[in-house]
């Protein structure tokens, strides 16, 4: 009894039920949430420490940025579906998050339109490499594809070294520079069986289960919403289709933030397992893989994701 009048209580004012809202969309950091609410940070910290002390929101460190996120309990999950999104409030909060969202979003886009022509040079320093590609073969073994998804494919090297395992495989990306550049690519190696698309890989213009084989390569630490990307492939994959993922273990190096537009300093495999979880996906397979510039701590993993369903 004591822990649920906490928890109203806690939920039962303004600002905290707009932070509750927000923590539905987004992990969020307390600078985002500053700006959101409008309210100082001292303020919005108090806020914040009566939600974690009354257990309907946690919070983990990640280098320097702190992420809120709303706790996997049946109180928050009761309390967050009493929400009425379409209330005026609540609504304009969701539109000034999209535009902070879109913000952010814009710093990794500047980077790749900046780096596309480079991008080939750049990825080998930021976690590619040929030995990377080399486990992502063996990791599929003989097995071949009818259709194939590269989520965030930049030039298409990933489409380029999976062309031979696949009957058709369409690469999306955001940055019209880098897709340019896959289609060049494509186009001089006579694969005409792979297209590069625009799109947005937490919103694709894919239908439902219609990929074998998505790949997510170095894309998932640019992002505010990981968690999204990993639905959207969820969507998209067959029953009995894999994601294979790669992308740094969890690192302290916060360069890649300043310098090459990270958000996201790497994930756990706790993390991986608990997206499947809610997902109903199931993480078959987790390996670390020998990187070129392995240095410090800075460790590339590979996780195979496949459908509960199967
Ligand atoms: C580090 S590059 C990796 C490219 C490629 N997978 C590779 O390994 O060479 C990340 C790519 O993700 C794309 N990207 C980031 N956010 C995206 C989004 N929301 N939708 C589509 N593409 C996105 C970027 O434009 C960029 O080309």
Redesign the pocket.
């Given at each position: 009894m004591y822990q649920l009048i906490k928890a109203l209580k806690a939920a039962g004012e303004p600002t905290r039920l707009r932070i509750l809202t927000a923590l539905t969309q987004y992990e969020l950091t307390v600078t985002e949430l500053v700006s959101l609410l409008g309210q100082s940070q001292p303020r919005v910290s108090r806020h914040l420490k009566l939600l974690l002390e009354a257990g309907l929101v946690s919070r983990f460190q990640e280098g320097s940025w702190v992420f809120q996120r709303l706790n996997e309990s049946n109180l928050t999950a009761q309390i967050t579906r009493m929400i009425d999104l379409h209330d005026p409030a609540l609504k304009k909060d969701s539109d000034r998050l999209g535009r902070i969202k879109v913000e952010n979003?814009r710093l990794?886009?500047d980077y790749?339109a900046a780096n596309a022509g480079d991008?080939d040079q750049v990825?080998n320093m930021?976690g590619?490499d040929e030995n990377i590609e080399v486990a992502m073969l063996e990791q599929i073994g003989d097995r071949n594809f009818q259709s194939m998804i590269?989520?965030?494919?930049?030039?298409g090297?990933?489409v380029e070294i999976f062309a031979n395992r696949a009957a058709k495989i369409t690469g999306?990306?955001?940055?019209q520079e880098?897709l340019k550049l896959a289609r060049s690519k494509f186009e001089q190696a006579g694969l005409s069986h792979c297209q590069a698309r625009l799109?947005?890989?937490?919103a694709l213009p894919a239908t439902d289960a219609s990929a074998d084989l998505i790949t997510i390569?170095?894309?998932l630490h640019?992002?505010d919403s990981p968690f999204a990307?990993i639905e959207e492939a969820r969507r998209l994959l067959t029953p009995d289709g894999l994601i294979l993922i790669v992308d740094f273990a969890k690192h302290q190096h916060e360069f890649l933030r300043t310098e090459h537009a990270h958000r996201r300093l790497g994930f756990a495999n706790s993390e991986i397992q608990f997206w499947c979880e809610n997902n109903q996906l199931s993480l078959e397979h987790s390996q670390k893989l020998t990187h070129n510039d392995s240095r410090d701590g800075l460790d590339v993993m590979l996780w195979i994701l496949k459908s509960k369903s199967k």
């Open positions: 979003a990794a886009t790749f991008w990825r930021v590619s590269d989520m965030g494919t930049g030039t090297r990933i999306y990306d955001s940055s880098m799109g947005d890989i937490t390569h170095q894309v640019y992002l990307v």
